[in-house]
């Protein structure tokens, strides 16, 4: 029993994911988690009207709640713009409204006209698949002029999927966990 005292303590998943809703996502959304936190067959009706399928934990009846959690995470920032799904042959037009929509979710200014000719012009001899990389310094920026630092959830997909947050609160999220392998921003 003595090695006992060393061992982790089990992590609160529920005040965690309400945490993580409200700073990475605001208080609009916290209700709305909560519930399908609690009951997940509604998570699961949400997931399939939407079509946005599920990362974390499959068809589970009785889901991991570190899994559940970053379920319902993942599920209501994409759906609110706070996190995009840019595919890896987006076109400089469709990463341009992809965050712009991030940055109006955070209650920032969508790119100046100035920032879009930029951005346009870099691309300019981009095949399919080039822009975004092309635009990555371009687009970090942009979120760092607003005071904002932009990070990529890593789901091991061939899409981007970032979301823009204050360098404090990426800071702070970066290492939480919602379980031994769960972390709430991968």
């Known amino acids: 029993m003595v090695f006992s005292f ?3 303590q089990p992590i609160d998943v529920k005040p965690l994911l309400r945490d993580a809703l409200l700073e990475l996502g605001g208080e609009s959304i916290v209700a709305k988690g909560m519930s399908y936190f609690e009951d997940h067959d509604l998570l699961y ?6 079509g946005t399928g599920l990362v974390k934990m499959g068809e589970s ?10 379920e319902v995470l993942f599920h209501l920032l994409t759906q609110n713009n706070f996190l995009a799904n840019i595919d890896w042959a987006s076109d400089i037009e ?4 992809d965050f ?22 870099t691309t300019e001899n981009c095949g399919r698949g ?3 990389m092309a635009v990555f310094d371009l687009l970090n920026n942009a979120a760092k002029a607003r005071g904002m ?3 990529y959830f890593d789901m091991g ?19 939480a966990k919602f379980g031994r392998k769960i972390p709430v921003i991968p």
């Open 157 to 175: 997909w061939d899409a981007h999927l970032p979301i823009v947050l204050s360098p404090d609160t990426y800071k702070k999220w970066s290492r």
């Open 45 to 50: 009706q949400a997931i399939e009207k939407t």
């Open 149 to 151: 630092t932009v990070t």
């Open 6 to 8: 060393f061992k982790k």
């Open 94 to 97: 469709e990463i341009i409204d």
């Open 61 to 70: 009846p009785s889901p991991d709640e570190g899994a559940l959690a970053f």
């Open 130 to 132: 080039e822009s975004f």
């Open 100 to 121: 712009d929509a991030l940055f109006t979710a955070k209650r920032f200014e969508p790119f100046s006209s100035e920032e879009k000719g930029e951005l346009r012009e």
